[in-house]
Every structure is written in C-alpha cells, then in structure tokens.
C-alpha cells in the first residue's frame, strides 16, 4: 500500500492555470498512476495516467492539449499542469497509483489500487 496526498487545488478564472501534486508515502516507481476528477452529481471521471518509467502518457480527449501529466520517481511524486482552464473542470481531482495495471487500462479505475483523498479545484466564469 501506498498513501497519498494530494495539494495544489483551489480557485482560479476561466483560462487560467493551476499545478497538482501528489505526493506518495514511500518509493512509488514500482506504481503506474493516474489523475482522475468527480464533479457533483457527476460520476468520477479519468484525467491523465502515466506508467512507471513516465515514458507514456495517456489523457481524456476533454483534456488533451490542456494538461500534463508527469512524474518525479526520485522524490515520489506526480504533477498535473492544467493550462486553459475552463469552468468545466471544476472537480474533485485525486491522483491514484496502479500495481499492476498498464496501457489503456490506467484509463479506467479498478484499475487502480490506491487514492489520495482528493483536492477541489473550481474554476470560475
């Protein structure tokens, strides 16, 4: 098991920028993981997955083009740039880590095996 947390949400305009992090509990390399977001009354959705070496990238066609997924395996940590925000990304975003999962499937859930609590991001008109 892996613990995470995740910071960097907040309030921002439409158009605007916000970086998220996430930050693991021990050595995470071992670990594909993911970006995922629940908006109210909204079933959660995928973001962004990146497998372990941070070679591939994969990203919701809602988002592609706008944010950026990476990973820092040294200090155990994973980012999402959001660029062009707009008032439909308002979310809880939470990061999430994969033992086992690859490929297309970081795109779904069960996939992953472990969740951080979430960080809200609200994006204003």
């Known amino acids: 098991q892996v613990q995470l947390v995740e910071s960097g949400g907040g309030l921002v305009q439409a158009g605007g920028s916000l970086r998220l992090s996430c930050a693991a509990s021990?050595?995470?390399?071992?670990?594909?993981m993911g970006w995922f977001r629940q908006a109210p009354g909204k079933e959660r959705e995928f973001v962004a997955a990146?497998?372990?070496?941070?070679?591939?990238?994969y990203y919701a066609d809602s988002v592609k083009g706008r944010f950026t997924i990476s990973r820092d395996n040294a200090k155990n940590t994973v980012a999402l740039q959001m660029n062009s925000l707009k008032p439909d990304d308002t979310a809880v975003y939470s990061c999430?880590?994969?033992?086992?999962?690859?490929?297309?499937?970081?795109?779904?859930?069960?996939?992953?095996?472990?969740w951080g609590q979430g960080t809200q991001v609200t994006v204003s008109s």
């Open positions: 999430a880590a994969s033992l086992y999962g690859g490929g297309v499937a970081l795109k779904t859930s069960p996939t992953y095996d472990n």
């Open positions: 021990r050595t995470f390399s071992n670990y594909a």
């Open positions: 990146i497998n372990r070496p941070g070679i591939s990238t």
